[in-house]
């Protein structure tokens, strides 16, 4: 048994419309997503997620496609019995209790009657709808739909989850309880695969993640690997008009400034100083803050000297690790220009 | 068990809940009831018509012309299938089930349904027969209920009813063949439902128009007969009152004398009016061939609602019954030939008669086969685009 539970190569979907160009929307997808991790796929909106998930659960056909879900190729429906799929935008039939609709999901998976009544039971008290399993969906927040959605994704004791936008539309007590089901689905061996655009929860439970933009995977791998080489130290002096020019006049001889372009006003009132250490480390100052692209302490030690003594008062010194959000804008912001790339998968957009 | 039959009792069972879930399931189920309860309340005797303990006293209607169970079977074949479940019950049966496909389209259903270990094609068609459930239930109720009205109130169990609802159920598919297709192309529950109304009563206009054609044809024949039948005995008559003739005026002729028709034509002065009748009503049945093909040929290729479920006529009654049926009222029953014009005057029982043989004539596999075949295209032009589009 391979160790991938997805394994893909050169995905690609181009949307065809008669008599119009073919919308690119997936421009060859690389990802593997290991058995029994958390895996999160993030991107911006029209990145291509959704249309990467659904492609793994036949609702969309792709245009290309290599590659392996549970190690049976992509598109393999008897495979689908061991996959548990919470869709975005789903819709269960309102006239549906919440065990009905689990009990209708997991005939349609195959799973037995008896197996049914008894996992469904579970599963609600796992998604903490017990107490309105009898009662209709059209009765529901979206919050309990989407709790019950979680639940019905699992009713046929999956060996890879995938969740798409998971906590869409639930409140932050629901947010957190999700995360717990999917720390504990995580705990029972099986595979998560969570796309949703809210990074602070995928940061929370996902040991290895993707970022999507313009339909290819500009990062892949663990936070730590994401991360690693960007860690660095920020340096806030008390905010004042002349904080930026302290900072700036504190750094060691033989720093040099790098050229901004001249009509990115923007960029230059934002970035007051962008350059390189003599050592080679980048440095950034922003209005009071002070950025070194290194987590070697020393190097910030003369410069907190020299502010000292111009007499600016230091208000923090943190030794900074990237969040997600920090690497999901810089997956998806144009290192000249600043700016987010616009939404759509059209072709040189991606980085 | 196995998941395929999971699946599909699943769906059913889904389906069930759905209509059930819905006001007007039980609004039709209602009205088919109260459409038995009419019909309970309606008998026949000796006099004529019984409404609950009142006697309506008809010449046409009592049981010395129609036996009591002949009675029922009419009714229930003519108000209960003719008018009730084939117009009015089919007529809600298409707007509850229109929103089937275009709400599993739209609605965000489609993505989790796919994702389950079911083919496109067999989730596609299996949906398809879900959407019958309302019909097969409306339809099954109904029969039994008629087939307890007639038991109780006319004397005579009649389990050939229950042929009602395969044939019902058929000709529903038809039209919801053709629904599905409109449901996959626009998506919208009120298109759908609306052109499938549209593409009803354009076969509605094909059946009437053949009706018509067949009713000519038919009328036509009779003529041609009654006219040969009544100008072989003209053209007789005039022979041997054209030898009396010239015998009265001393020439002897034979009695096998085979006079012309310029001599016959001096003692029936009618004869040659006749001849051209005759010839004219059969130049009209020669021009009729051509329309008569057409017709046919476009019902070949299109769902013949109409005789499905006229089938039911076939399976349900009898040829004494049909006899007894032509049979009731008085005179009418007989067509007559206007000695001095020729003009024909069709009886509408005969008429009907011979129309009715045409329709008979033609076989339950070209009825059912043909409108199958149709059924079968519409699917698969549905089921192709289901099977092949991204949601």
Not at chain 2, 1 to 9: A, H, V
Request: charged residues 20%; glycine residues 10%.
């Amino acid at each position: 048994m391979s160790d991938l539970a997805i394994d893909l190569t050169g995905v690609s979907k181009n949307y065809t419309r008669r008599f119009k160009k073919p919308t690119p929307a997936l421009r060859g997808v690389d990802m593997r997503v290991h058995r029994g991790e958390v895996f999160g796929l993030l991107g911006p909106n029209g990145a291509g997620k959704s249309t990467l998930v659904k492609i793994l659960m036949t609702v969309i056909r792709p245009t290309q496609c290599k590659g392996s879900i549970l190690g049976q190729r992509v598109g393999h429906k008897p495979t689908l019995a061991k996959v548990g799929y919470l869709p975005e935008h789903h819709s269960f039939p309102g006239y549906l209790t919440g065990a009905q609709v689990i009990d209708f999901f997991g005939a349609m998976t195959g799973v037995p009657r008896r197996e049914r009544r008894q996992r469904a039971g579970e599963l609600l008290e796992l998604v903490g709808m017990s107490e309105w399993s009898k009662r209709k969906l059209r009765s529901y927040s979206k919050g309990m739909r989407q709790r019950v959605g979680i639940a019905q994704a699992l009713i046929n004791d999956p060996d890879l989850v995938l969740l798409d936008e998971p906590t869409d539309g639930v409140d932050p007590v629901g947010r957190r309880d999700i995360r717990k089901v999917i720390e504990r689905i995580k705990d029972e061996g099986r595979t998560v695969f969570i796309n949703s655009h809210l990074l602070t929860e995928l940061e929370a439970v996902s040991d290895r993640v993707a970022i999507l933009v313009k339909g290819v995977v500009a990062q892949q791998g663990t936070i730590d690997e994401l991360t690693q080489g960007q860690l660095r130290y920020e340096l806030v002096v008390g905010a004042s008009d002349s904080a930026g020019e302290l900072l700036q006049r504190a750094l060691p001889e033989g720093s040099r400034q790098l050229a901004l372009p001249e009509d990115e006003s923007q960029l230059a009132n934002r970035i007051g100083f962008k350059g390189l250490l003599p050592t080679g480390e980048s440095i950034e100052v922003a209005r009071n803050t002070l950025t070194i692209g290194s987590d070697d302490p020393k190097l910030i030690q003369p410069i907190i000297d020299r502010v000292r003594a111009e007499g600016g008062v230091i208000t923090s010194v943190r030794n900074v690790r990237p969040s997600l959000e920090d690497l999901f804008m810089q997956a998806v912001t144009d290192p000249t220009t600043g700016e987010t790339l616009k939404p759509g998968a059209e072709e040189g957009g991606g980085r | 068990m196995s998941t395929m039959l999971r699946q599909t009792t699943a769906m059913l069972v889904d389906a069930y809940r759905e209509l059930a879930a819905g006001k007007l399931f039980w609004v039709t189920m209602l009205l088919s009831l109260l459409c038995v309860g009419a019909f309970a309340m309606v008998g026949i005797n000796e006099t004529g018509l019984t409404v609950l303990w009142y006697t309506i006293p008809i010449d046409v209607f009592n049981t010395g012309v129609i036996s009591e169970p002949l009675f029922y079977k009419m009714i229930f074949l003519n108000l209960g299938i003719g008018i009730w479940l084939t117009w009015v019950a089919t007529v809600l049966a298409l707007v509850s089930t229109s929103g089937i496909f275009p709400s599993l389209l739209t609605g965000g259903q489609i993505e989790t349904m796919l994702s389950k270990p079911i083919s496109r094609w067999r989730l596609f068609l299996t949906k398809f027969g879900t959407g019958l459930v309302f019909v097969a239930l409306q339809v099954t109720v109904f029969c039994v209920a008629s087939v307890l009205v007639i038991g109780f109130r006319g004397g005579s169990w009649m389990p050939e009813i229950f042929i009602s609802i395969p044939i019902v159920l058929a000709f529903f598919s038809f039209l919801f063949s053709i629904m599905t297709v409109f449901g996959m192309i626009t998506r919208s529950t009120i298109a759908s439902l609306l052109l499938t109304i549209l593409v009803w009563f354009v076969l509605f206009l094909v059946n009437i128009t053949d009706n018509i054609l067949v009713q000519q044809h038919e009328g036509l024949k009779i003529q041609v007969t009654k006219l040969e039948e009544r100008l072989e005995l003209a053209d007789e008559n005039a022979r041997v009152m054209y030898i009396a003739t010239q015998r009265r005026e001393g020439n002897d002729l034979p009695d096998d004398y085979p006079a012309t028709d310029d001599e016959k034509y001096t003692v029936n002065v009618f004869l040659p009016s006749l001849r051209d009748r005759l010839e004219n009503r059969k130049d009209m049945v020669e021009s009729l061939a051509p329309w008569r093909r057409g017709i046919y040929f476009a019902k070949t290729v299109l769902p013949k609602t109409s005789e499905t479920i006229g089938l039911l006529g076939r399976y349900a009654m009898s040829k004494e019954d049909l006899d007894t049926l032509m049979e009731m009222g008085d005179g009418r029953g007989k067509t007559t030939v206007n000695e001095e014009t020729g003009e024909v005057n069709v009886a509408p029982q005969e008429l009907s008669k011979a129309s009715a043989e045409v329709f008979n004539n033609r076989s339950v596999a070209w009825v059912l086969g043909t409108s199958f075949g149709f059924e079968a295209v519409m699917l698969l032009i549905a089921g192709t685009m289901f099977a092949r589009r991204d949601f």
